[in-house]
């Protein structure tokens, strides 16, 4: 038996299938993203497949999610103290800026994240494990593009008894969490997960295809996506000591963000409702919508469980993060896209679910309650189209198999 094909339709690349299955390899395809491939995997690897796959499962085990932005202890905006941490990083440093509070006091004695080995090639992203400040700050900053985050995850666990901090995506914290949970052993191995707010992961064509239109023909030693300002540019450093860039909104809004994987269009959770604190952009804003102009860079926190309001004081108290009181309602106008999505997303895991036999179990991420606040006919074209995408998608997969 061969990867079933609904999984692959929903798969958003992560990797974990490869690190609970010996038969599972990840593969980069021609689209650019990763999807896994096997000859053979039996029926009990599919079924262990299909209940930690976080394409398929996104499960919140808290319970809750009473707003359209989850379960919230808190909100703030916040940056971090450090202003060298704070300019580099994709917003305002506070992930970076946690991480190494964490590491630092003791409470971990590693942080799990993705970063690129010291080769130049934009395309290696996995997971990390740093140990230092050094290592935390050398991988911070957001990637647009795949990364193999889950696929060495049993290995990394088993190498030692290190108890860490992990930094994620939404999916990849569902990833995760789904993994601790079917494998009991790593219970506690995870002592905080720390969100970062996504809108999707572009395929590595569409990096290629930014480079390309900087029109520099040289090779490609270095590409960052954003950070070293807010929010920062596309930066790319050739080998002849050349560096062109382009700004988040071109990068981002013209070529990154038009090509999302498909599962990102379903997403369920985007805004880390899974995770102890998500953070995000805290937009200036200009006439109701996110305005880019570069600035000192700034995240909006959602601090999501009394674990999280415990580190945030003390992270505080120690130096670390520098805080301001930010009211809820003002994160509808820094994040139009994500309130909007919120709304919708229930109406595109409708189709989905029916579409693939309800394999997809996207519990306690309040998708269901979310999608009633929109005008049903709205609700049904956007359920229509998400249908033919996943059609189109399942069978277009059927084909290269
Ligand atoms: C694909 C993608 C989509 C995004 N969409 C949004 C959005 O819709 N709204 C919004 O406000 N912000 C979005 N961001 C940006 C990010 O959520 C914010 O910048 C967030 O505020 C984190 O800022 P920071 O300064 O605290 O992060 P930093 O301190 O710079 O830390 C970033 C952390 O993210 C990790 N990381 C980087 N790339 C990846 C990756 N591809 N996969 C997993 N982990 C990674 C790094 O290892 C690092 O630990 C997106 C980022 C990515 C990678
Ligand atoms: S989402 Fe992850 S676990 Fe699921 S099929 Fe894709 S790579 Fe495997
Ligand atoms: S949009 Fe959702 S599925 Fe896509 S990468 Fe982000 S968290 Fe994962």
Known sequence: MTIDSDILTLCNGCGLCESVCSGV????HEDGFYRPQAECVNSDETQLIQSVCPGMN??????????????????????????????????GGVTTALAIYLLESGKVDAVLHVGTDDTCDYRSNHLCISRSREDVLKRNASRYAPALVLNQIKVILDSDASSYAFIGKPC???GMQNFVNAFPQYKGRIVCYLAIFCAGIPSFNATAQAITALG?????????????GWPGYFTVTYSDGT?????????WGMILGKQLAFRCKICPDSIGLLADIASGDAWNTRNGYPDFTEDEGRNFCFVRTPKGEQLMR???????IDVEQLDISKVEQMQRYQYRRRKEAGWRIAAACFLSGFKVHFRGTGWLRNAMTINPLRGLRIMMGSAKRYIRRKRHLQAVK
């Open 243 to 251: 560096t062109r860039r382009m700004s988040y909104n071109d990068s």
């Open 25 to 28: 390899k990840m593969k980069c």
């Open 314 to 320: 003390e992270a505080i108290q120690a130096g670390y």
């Open 172 to 174: 990849d914290i569902a």
């Open 58 to 91: 996104v499960v919140s085990r808290k319970g809750g999610n009473h707003s359209i932005w989850g379960d919230v202890e808190s909100v703030c905006n916040a940056w971090a103290s450090d202003a060298e941490i704070r300019h580099s990083s994709s917003s």
């Open 216 to 228: 520099h023909d040289a090779p490609v030693t270095s590409v960052r996506y954003r950070g070293d």
